[in-house]
Nanobody, 125 residues
Framework: QVQLVESGGGEVQSGGSLRLTCTASGSQYNTHPMAWFRQAPGKEREGVAQ???????NYADSVKGRFTISHDNAKNIVSLQMSSLKPEDTAMYYCAAGLDFEVIRTLVGDAYTYWGQGTQVTVSS
């Protein structure tokens, strides 16, 4: 059973930066497609960024050019570098993973099997 633990959330002023990390444990091969999602109060969950096992990335239009997802395969850590943050980026951010070797190239949450507990990001104006 893969377990995901997020960290790095916090409060930052508009225009600032934060780096979220997600550490995966319990994986047999450490070859999972990974993604970040977020959910603000009263809103639906939104896919933010994903990285496939071949390293190809995909971003939501709302974060393109501001967020960067990366994956350290050796340590099985996926990071989300967030820059030029806006108040509308305020949300609970969740890390998600697919199965080992699974090919996922979507930001639809139902495609992912494993989920972390989330880390709060608050951007003040």
């Amino acid at each position: 059973q893969v377990q995901l633990v997020e960290s790095g959330g916090g409060e930052v002023q508009s225009g600032g930066s934060l780096r979220l990390t997600c550490t995966a444990s319990g994986s047999q091969y450490n070859t999972h497609p990974m993604a970040w999602f977020r959910q603000a109060p009263g809103k639906e969950r939104e896919g933010v960024a994903q990285i496939a096992t071949d390293g190809i990335t995909n971003y939501a239009d709302s974060v393109k050019g501001r967020f960067t997802i990366s994956h350290d395969n050796a340590k099985n850590i996926v990071s989300l570098q967030m820059s030029s943050l806006k108040p509308e980026d305020t949300a609970m951010y969740y890390c998600a993973a697919g199965l080992d070797f699974e090919v996922i190239r979507t930001l639809v949450g139902d495609a992912y099997t494993y989920w972390g507990q989330g880390t709060q990001v608050t951007v003040s104006s």
